[in-house]
């Protein structure tokens, strides 16, 4: 099972670091994606790293701001959010790919973290 953590309240132009664990089983046979949904909207993916050799992808929205890196040891994948845009509120996921290199076919996720930007 999957558990993302960090989530919360905080001003534009702030940063959170959203932390994804895994139970069970180790991340890092796995690519690993971020997505989020906002209320109405339609689930967007944000970012992946590859299991192999940990190339990243980032959605363009969102490039030059997040960060994705893993901890293999520790058996978590990280999300360093900065510059916070109130278009970035939703509910943030983690999720494995069913491959090793980011493909987009989400295999398992499991509770998201909410991530809410406002003055």
């Known amino acids: 099972q999957l558990q993302a953590s960090g989530g919360g309240l905080v001003q534009p132009g702030g940063s959170l670091r959203l932390s994804c664990a895994a139970s069970?089983?180790?991340?890092?046979?796995?690519?690993i994606h971020w997505f989020r949904q906002a209320p109405g909207k339609e689930r967007e993916g944000v970012s992946c790293v590859s299991s192999s050799d940990s190339t990243t992808y980032y959605t363009d929205s969102v490039k030059g701001r997040f960060t994705i890196s893993r901890d293999n040891v520790k058996n978590k994948v990280y999300l360093q959010m900065n510059s916070l845009k109130p278009e970035d509120t939703a509910v943030y996921y983690c999720a494995t790919d069913r491959y090793s290199y980011c493909s987009g076919a989400y295999s398992d996720w499991g509770q998201g973290t909410q991530v809410t930007v406002s003055s």
């Open positions: 069970g089983f180790t991340l890092d046979y796995y690519a």
